[in-house]
C-alpha cells in the first residue's frame, strides 16, 4: 500500500547518541596518543643514539685495553678463588694425630690418600696393652669412622710393630672445627 502521509524519521535515543560521541572522542584521544608517542619514541631513540656516540668517543683505546687487562685479572682471581675453595687441607691431621697419639706409642711413617680419605700409620709400641690403648682413642676422635690394625708383629727388641688405616670424615679436609 501506498502511503499519503510521510510518517516522523524514528529519533534516536539518548544512550545511542552518548555512545556515538564516546566512541568519537575515544578515537580522537587514540590519534593523538599515537602521534604523541610515536614522537616520544623518536626523541628517546635520538637520545640513545646522543649518548652512545658520548660513549665511544670517551672509550679511548687505553680505556679499552685497561677494561680487557681489568676482565682478564678478574677471570684469574675467580679461578684462582674456585681453586681455593676445592683445596684439602690435609696437613691437619698431623695436629689431629699428634694431640690423640697415646704416650707409649711412636709413629715412624704416614702414608695419606686425601681423596679418599683414607690415612695408613706404621707404628712401634712397648706391648699389645699399649696398642688396644692407642686404637681405642682412635676410635673416640670424631675425624676418624673407621680404624682397622692391618698387621702387628714382634721386633727385634721385642717391641709391637703395627700397621693401622684410618678412614677420615668426609668432612675432614673442608671443616676448620674438627681440632
Same mark, same amino acid.
Given at each position: 500500500?501506498?502511503?499519503?502521509i #510521510?510518517r516522523? #524519521?524514528?529519533?534516536l535515543?539518548t544512550?545511542?547518541? %552518548?555512545?556515538?560521541?564516546?566512541?568519537?572522542?575515544?578515537?580522537?584521544i587514540c590519534v593523538i596518543?599515537?602521534?604523541?608517542l610515536?614522537?616520544?619514541?623518536?626523541?628517546?631513540?635520538?637520545e640513545?643514539t646522543v649518548l652512545?656516540?658520548?660513549?665511544?668517543?670517551e672509550?679511548? #683505546?687505553?680505556?679499552?685495553?685497561l677494561?680487557?687487562?681489568?676482565l682478564a685479572?678478574k677471570?684469574?682471581i675467580d679461578?684462582?678463588?674456585y681453586? %681455593?675453595e676445592?683445596h684439602l687441607e690435609?696437613?691437619? %691431621?698431623?695436629?689431629?694425630?699428634?694431640?690423640?697419639t697415646?704416650?707409649q706409642?711412636?709413629?715412624?711413617?704416614f702414608?695419606?690418600n686425601?681423596?679418599q680419605?683414607?690415612?695408613k700409620?706404621?707404628?712401634e709400641t712397648q706391648n699389645f696393652?699399649?696398642?688396644g690403648q692407642?686404637?681405642?682413642?682412635l676410635r673416640?676422635e670424631?675425624? %676418624?669412622?673407621k680404624v682397622?690394625l692391618?698387621t702387628?708383629s714382634i721386633?727385634?727388641?721385642?717391641?709391637?710393630?703395627?700397621d693401622?688405616?684410618?678412614?677420615?670424615? #668426609?668432612t675432614f679436609?673442608k671443616?676448620?672445627?674438627?681440632?
Amino acid at each position: 500500500m501506498v502511503e499519503i502521509i #510521510p510518517r516522523e #524519521p524514528p529519533k534516536l535515543s539518548t544512550g545511542s547518541n %552518548i555512545l556515538f560521541y564516546l566512541a568519537i572522542f575515544l578515537l580522537c584521544i587514540c590519534v593523538i596518543s599515537y602521534f604523541v608517542l610515536n614522537s616520544s619514541l623518536k626523541k628517546a631513540e635520538a637520545e640513545i643514539t646522543v649518548l652512545e656516540l658520548d660513549l665511544t668517543r670517551e672509550m679511548s #683505546p687505553e680505556k679499552i685495553s685497561l677494561e680487557k687487562e681489568i676482565l682478564a685479572s678478574k677471570n684469574k682471581i675467580d679461578d684462582f678463588s674456585y681453586l %681455593i675453595e676445592q683445596h684439602l687441607e690435609v696437613s691437619r %691431621i698431623f695436629e689431629i694425630i699428634q694431640k690423640i697419639t697415646h704416650p707409649q706409642v711412636l709413629f715412624s711413617k704416614f702414608d695419606l690418600n686425601s681423596r679418599q680419605g683414607a690415612l695408613k700409620i706404621f707404628g712401634e709400641t712397648q706391648n699389645f696393652e699399649t696398642l688396644g690403648q692407642q686404637i681405642l682413642i682412635l676410635r673416640g676422635e670424631a675425624v %676418624i669412622n673407621k680404624v682397622n690394625l692391618e698387621t702387628v708383629s714382634i721386633g727385634k727388641e721385642g717391641k709391637i710393630n703395627f700397621d693401622l688405616s684410618l678412614f677420615l670424615t #668426609p668432612t675432614f679436609s673442608k671443616d676448620n672445627e674438627q681440632i
